[in-house]
């Protein structure tokens, strides 16, 4: 699905796909922050918007 | 192609006849030229009403589903994959349906063939690789091979995978350096162009859901755009809705698409939705080797388990 998105023009580091346990908090912060950081990095997104006005 | 509606009427006739099947799906003239439309013959009389020419891109595998008593289906490379996927995904029993195997040598595309006219298509003939195809003004002598559809070009099952009967001589199939030149095409863009090249490509689309029914492997009692609770996509034309229903049909195919060109061939805006599925038929084969509908005793690659799934996407 990943792939299928980036097919489409949108950026690869938009989209993440994680396995997290209940019991893993510190993993869940580790990948949040990482995603965060990325997404981040991008221009705001303009890409699969629906715009309502 | 003449002799080989010969023998599909033939079998055709037979079967009903002797009681075997209750009806056979097959092709018949549409009408207008260079049009065929699906069929179900029952009596052994109506057996001239069915054709096979180069006009004959739908999928009737499509319609094979769901029906009472054995029935017989007249089924070329692809769409003896999708009676393959049937089986598989319990849409059909494999002693429901007796196949009438036609090797094919490839479908034209209309909207190539139209562009080459200012006015009406009046009609269309064709005698081995050639097409003669006439409108008020002018008649063409084409060569088939010059305008087959997309799907056809890269074809590599021009061969049904699974028959009963054979109703001419296996084709040579043709081997692909590569398979996905069009999708590479895309690939090769950068993410803004890309996104544009998508745009571009669904900006006529009428959301009319033609390449969805046309679909063998759409099967799903209510498809997730005629949902209203939830509602998954807004049902309107706006851009993104649009393009939402373009994906997540593509994704609903993925690892079970043969490329059969159907929804192509259905769609009255003339738009290539399989520049979708392709990326994903590429993937399945890069990823996991897979090719949709070869072998009945296969599970697909997104319903099955292996430890050597490709997972680095996941972290």
Redesign the interface.
Known sequence: ???????????KDRV????ISSAEATKFVD?VK?ISDRVKALEPNK?????YN | MDTCIKKIRELSADLLEKGEVEKVIGFAKGTIPMATSPIAIQSKQDVEKLVFNSTCGLNLANYASGQKGKIAIIAKGCDSRNIVTHIVENQIQRDQIYIIGVPCSGMVDKHKIAKLFEDEIIDFSEDGDTLIVSSFLKTLTLKKQDYLKGNCLYCTHKNPVLHDVMAADPVEEQVLENPFPDVDLIEALDLDAKWQYFENLTKNCIRCYACRNACPLCYCPTCFVDESSPQWVGKGQNKTDVNTFHFLRAFHCAGRCTDCGACVEACPMGINVRDFTRKLNKDSLELFGWEAGLDVTKRPPLDAYSPDDPDDFIK
Not at chain 1, 1 to 11: A, K, T, V
Not at chain 1, 16 to 19: E, L, V
């Open positions: 699905m990943g792939n299928l998105l980036e097919h489409m023009g949108i950026e993440h796909f994680s396995w990948v990482e890409k699969f918007v629906k715009d």
